[in-house]
């Protein structure tokens, strides 16, 4: 019954659940990524116990300090400890990243699976609607919605994920257009299931493993585009402790302490190489065969 | 109390290719019997029974249950439906989905219906106990089962809600011989325990025998001949059914006679068929009347009804006779013209 154009498909749902699980467990670069990942979230869920000092108290006649026993990457141009900014940045980062996440897929799945399950008039109407937040580079759309509501963390996050779900609905249009071909879909109204049901308790079901994939590929992508836009001054402001912000703070030092830029550019660096290893590999234990390339979206 | 089923020319668009899947057909069932719905792949015996689920749009037409119309019902009339008209996929296993166990497939009816209460184990267990299913596999994944095994999974989903009509689609097509017997057997013995009434589709006329009381041939979306059971072999009529007939497999080979009557070719495309009897281009007796002017459906008899401009020529189980005792001086060849234009 109807040619399915992806291997996974064809391998029942158990089965293929475990597969998945095995071949993602056996990706060393993913399972590096998820070390990592596991890494920074601990650090960010422990900020208070690890963190040698207060992120944000201010100590002027110890600007700049080498690192030391007491400040184990030094102080930044306002007496700051680094190490205990960096690891509070992490907590912020990584929640932030992850609240935007959570409201692109609030958006974007009731809006994919509709417009892919509804099909017609209503499916062409979103898909517009997605075809115009596509059109526009969604970092400079991001960055005119933040600018134009003011700069706040809170509203820099409603603006990247005003701006990012489009992509998202696309892709969740697409696999629920496919999953809804199925027969077990047509079995499943045989029986009586309203739509409601069969998209949430079929379509959505298999929908699921690729989304979770597509997300974590894109976690890293949207810290780098928060830290973006801290650092342009639209998001976290000073004195909270972000790593974009980090970064802009400590521009006028890149002379002299060109650590203090380092070390937020580092985080940044492996939270985001991270995630994109860990999503990379998930997507490679959903779909073997598309081998190591990255997925053309 | 009748059921009656009138899915009246429905056409589905492709594209700007009208397609007439099932086209002007008009079948009444009545309650506990079993009417077979047979022909070749493709003729739309499928499509037939999803409309009559409401799981396609009926293009024309009107479909009764117990006098009341259910064509082109909301949702929640057609839930009503639904709980007294059922059906049994062919691919059992595609109709699955692979993330249910098998106590979750079998129970989704159920709790579509508001039922997710304790008594749904119950009536799980008892529903598999009834198709034969040991209580282990339920909690199986489908992969897990063999193919008879997961047609009476199908059987046992389709029959949770105690459904009064159960559409077979082609249920037993995909099994070995020996399943296949066990399964129509199932079948005929939940039909009498559960007072149930089936329209049985099928292309393999000897299940259809086994099962049915009456048979309706169909050709390219047109019933052609609708027969009783029992005088299938007296009443046979139509150059196609006979056709159908002939091409049965018969395991004897000093029973079996020579090609004769074995229809050639493939039926031309739907778009293909304005005007003039649809089997014409394949029919061994063809005359020019047919080409012009499409045959109705008509009674002939008290449970026959043909759709033929030779129906009184061809008449009544003497072609028959003629084809299985092999005509004089046939070579076999038989009637089969490409169409041209």
Same mark, same amino acid.
């Given at each position: 019954?109807?040619?399915?154009?992806?291997?996974?498909?064809?391998?029942?749902?158990?089965?293929?659940?475990?597969?998945?699980?095995?071949?993602?467990?056996?990706?060393?670069?993913?399972?590096?990524?998820?070390?990592?990942?596991?890494?920074?979230?601990?650090?960010?869920?422990?900020?208070?116990?690890?963190?040698?000092?207060?992120?944000?108290?201010?100590?002027?006649?110890?600007?700049?300090?080498?690192?030391?026993?007491?400040?184990?990457?030094?102080?930044?141009?306002?007496?700051?400890?680094?190490?205990?900014?960096?690891?509070?940045?992490?907590?912020?980062?990584?929640?932030?990243?992850?609240?935007?996440?959570?409201?692109?897929?609030?958006?974007?799945?009731?809006?994919?699976?509709?417009?892919?399950?509804?099909?017609?008039?209503?499916?062409?109407?979103?898909?517009?609607?997605?075809?115009?937040?596509?059109?526009?580079?969604?970092?400079?759309?991001?960055?005119?919605?933040?600018?134009?509501?003011?700069?706040?963390?809170?509203?820099?996050?409603?603006?990247?994920?005003?701006?990012?779900?489009?992509?998202?609905?696309?892709?969740?249009?697409?696999?629920?257009?496919?999953?809804?071909?199925?027969?077990?879909?047509?079995?499943?109204?045989?029986?009586?299931?309203?739509?409601?049901?069969?998209?949430?308790?079929?379509?959505?079901?298999?929908?699921?493993?690729?989304?979770?994939?597509?997300?974590?590929?894109?976690?890293?992508?949207?810290?780098?585009?928060?830290?973006?836009?801290?650092?342009?001054?639209?998001?976290?402001?000073?004195?909270?402790?972000?790593?974009?912000?980090?970064?802009?703070?400590?521009?006028?030092?890149?002379?002299?302490?060109?650590?203090?830029?380092?070390?937020?550019?580092?985080?940044?660096?492996?939270?985001?190489?991270?995630?994109?290893?860990?999503?990379?590999?998930?997507?490679?234990?959903?779909?073997?065969?598309?081998?190591?390339?990255?997925?053309?979206? | 109390?009748?059921?009656?089923?009138?899915?009246?020319?429905?056409?589905?668009?492709?594209?700007?290719?009208?397609?007439?899947? /099932?086209?002007?057909?008009?079948?009444?069932?009545?309650?506990?019997?079993?009417?077979?719905?047979?022909?070749?792949?493709?003729?739309?015996?499928?499509?037939?029974?999803?409309?009559?689920?409401?799981?396609?749009?009926?293009?024309?037409?009107?479909?009764?249950?117990?006098?009341?119309?259910?064509?082109?019902?909301?949702?929640?009339?057609?839930?009503? /439906?639904?709980? !007294?008209?059922?059906?049994?996929?062919?691919?059992?296993?595609?109709?699955?989905?692979?993330?249910?166990?098998?106590?979750?497939?079998?129970?989704?009816?159920?709790? !579509?219906?508001? %039922? !997710?209460?304790?008594?749904?184990? !119950?009536?799980? %267990?008892?529903?598999?106990?009834?198709?034969?299913?040991?209580?282990?596999?339920?909690?199986?994944?489908?992969?897990?089962?063999?193919?008879?095994?997961?047609?009476?999974?199908?059987?046992?989903?389709?029959?949770?809600?105690?459904?009064?009509?159960?559409?077979?689609?082609?249920?037993?097509?995909?099994?070995?011989?020996?399943?296949?017997?066990?399964?129509?057997?199932?079948?005929?013995?939940?039909?009498?325990?559960?007072?149930?009434?089936?329209?049985?589709?099928?292309?393999?006329?000897?299940?259809? =025998?086994?099962?049915?009381?009456?048979?309706?041939?169909?050709?390219?979306?047109?019933? @052609?001949?609708?027969?009783?059971? =029992?005088?299938?072999?007296?009443?046979? *009529?139509?150059?196609?059914?006979?056709?159908?007939?002939?091409?049965?497999?018969?395991?004897?080979?000093?029973? =079996?006679?020579?090609?004769?009557?074995?229809?050639?070719?493939?039926?031309?495309?739907?778009?293909? @068929?304005?005007?003039? *009897?649809?089997?014409?281009?394949?029919?061994?007796?063809?005359?020019?009347?047919?080409?012009? @002017?499409?045959?109705?459906?008509?009674? @002939?008899?008290?449970?026959?009804?043909?759709?033929?401009?030779?129906?009184?020529?061809?008449?009544?189980?003497?072609?028959?006779?003629?084809?299985?005792?092999?005509?004089?001086?046939?070579?076999?060849?038989?009637?089969?013209?490409?169409?041209?234009?």
């Amino acid at each position: 019954m109807g040619g399915s154009n992806n291997g996974s498909n064809n391998i029942p749902g158990a089965v293929f659940a475990q597969n998945m699980w095995q071949n993602f467990l056996r990706d060393k670069q993913a399972m590096a990524g998820l070390l990592i990942v596991l890494l920074f979230l601990a650090v960010g869920l422990l900020a208070p116990l690890i963190a040698p000092h207060d992120p944000l108290q201010i100590d002027l006649a110890n600007k700049l300090l080498p690192p030391s026993l007491s400040y184990p990457l030094g102080t930044d141009h306002l007496g700051r400890c680094e190490l205990s900014r960096l690891i509070y940045a992490t907590r912020v980062s990584l929640s932030n990243s992850i609240l935007v996440l959570a409201l692109i897929l609030l958006i974007s799945i009731p809006v994919g699976s509709v417009s892919g399950y509804a099909g017609g008039a209503i499916d062409n109407i979103l898909m517009r609607i997605t075809d115009i937040l596509l059109a526009f580079p969604s970092l400079v759309l991001s960055l005119a919605i933040a600018g134009l509501i003011g700069p706040s963390l809170a509203h820099l996050l409603i603006a990247l994920a005003a701006v990012l779900w489009a992509g998202y609905a696309r892709i969740i249009r697409g696999m629920v257009l496919q999953i809804k071909e199925k027969e077990f879909i047509t079995a499943a109204r045989a029986s009586g299931a309203s739509h409601f049901n069969v998209v949430t308790r079929h379509i959505m079901l298999h929908a699921m493993t690729p989304i979770i994939a597509l997300a974590a590929l894109e976690v890293g992508g949207i810290i780098l585009a928060i830290s973006g836009l801290c650092f342009l001054g639209l998001g976290a402001q000073p004195p909270t402790p972000e790593w974009g912000v980090m970064l802009n703070d400590s521009r006028p030092y890149i002379q002299s302490d060109p650590n203090l830029m380092l070390y937020p550019g580092l985080a940044i660096f492996l939270v985001v190489g991270s995630f994109n290893l860990v999503g990379e590999g998930l997507r490679k234990a959903i779909n073997p065969q598309s081998g190591g390339r990255m997925a053309d979206r | 109390m009748s059921k009656h089923f009138k899915a009246g020319g429905s056409l589905f668009q492709g594209g700007k290719e009208i397609v007439p899947a /099932v086209d002007g057909v008009s079948l009444a069932l009545s309650e506990g019997e079993t009417l077979g719905l047979v022909g070749e792949s493709g003729c739309g015996k499928s499509t037939l029974a999803r409309l009559i689920l409401g799981l396609e749009r009926v293009t024309e037409g009107r479909i009764y249950y117990q006098g009341q119309e259910i064509t082109g019902l909301d949702y929640t009339k057609l839930c009503d /439906v639904r709980q !007294n008209i059922q059906m049994v996929f062919q691919d059992s296993y595609a109709s699955f989905d692979p993330f249910y166990t098998v106590a979750g497939i079998i129970g989704e009816p159920l709790t !579509n219906f508001g %039922n !997710n209460g304790r008594s749904l184990g !119950n009536e799980i %267990n008892s529903i598999m106990e009834r198709v034969g299913l040991e209580p282990a596999y339920a909690s199986r994944y489908p992969h897990e089962l063999s193919g008879g095994q997961l047609q009476r999974v199908g059987i046992a989903r389709a029959l949770i809600l105690y459904p009064k009509l159960l559409l077979c689609d082609e249920p037993v097509s995909s099994l070995d011989f020996a399943i296949k017997a066990q399964i129509l057997g199932l079948l005929k013995d939940l039909k009498q325990q559960l007072g149930l009434t089936y329209l049985f589709i099928s292309h393999d006329l000897s299940a259809i =025998r086994y099962i049915c009381d009456r048979v309706a041939v169909m050709y390219l979306g047109k019933i @052609v001949e609708i027969l009783s059971m =029992r005088r299938l072999l007296e009443d046979i *009529c139509h150059p196609y059914t006979t056709a159908l007939l002939a091409a049965v497999p018969v395991a004897d080979p000093r029973l =079996r006679q020579a090609e004769r009557g074995h229809i050639k070719g493939e039926p031309p495309r739907f778009a293909g @068929v304005a005007g003039g *009897c649809r089997f014409y281009f394949r029919c061994p007796h063809a005359i020019p009347l047919c080409r012009e @002017v499409e045959p109705v459906l008509e009674k @002939v008899g008290t449970a026959h009804a043909v759709a033929c401009h030779l129906k009184h020529e061809l008449g009544l189980g003497e072609q028959l006779s003629e084809v299985r005792t092999g005509g004089p001086g046939d070579s076999g060849e038989i009637y089969s013209q490409e169409r041209s234009g």
